[in-house]
């Protein structure tokens, strides 16, 4: 079994960044996809980023792009969300997780069927 767990959250301004973490732990693969989701209060859960966990390759929704950015440490086995630039409509529960071995294209593209390892979620408030 895989815990995920992600720390990190909290309530910004709008311009701000935030730094969220994510922590695996238990029967961990060489090779998984992480990925970061979001969901907004009467929204469907969105993917926000991916990370492919043995090339580093990272993938991005639009919307995000050039102000997010997700690393990983793999001596840790946690990844990072770098969120710079913040806007009121990134206010979300974000959500980390992992696939069960090797990614697929389709998971890295942030098919959320393949992500079968969730953790809790943590809040973040942007303000405006």
């Known amino acids: 079994q895989v815990q995920v767990v992600e720390s990190g959250g909290g309530l910004v301004q709008a311009g701000d960044s935030l730094r969220l973490f994510c922590a695996a732990s238990?029967?961990?693969?060489?090779?998984?996809?992480m990925a970061w989701f979001r969901q907004a209060p009467g929204k469907e859960r969105e993917f926000v980023g991916s990370i492919d966990w043995s090339s580093g390759n990272t993938y991005y929704q639009d919307s995000v792009k050039g102000r997010f950015t997700i690393s990983r440490d793999k001596a840790k086995n946690t990844a990072s969300l770098q969120m710079n630039n913040l806007k009121p409509e990134d206010t979300a529960v974000y959500y980390c997780s992992a696939t069960t071995g090797v990614p697929t294209n389709w998971a890295l593209r942030g098919y959320i069927a393949e992500y079968d390892y969730w953790g809790q979620g943590t809040q973040v408030t942007v303000s405006s």
């Open positions: 238990g029967r961990t693969f060489s090779s998984y996809g």
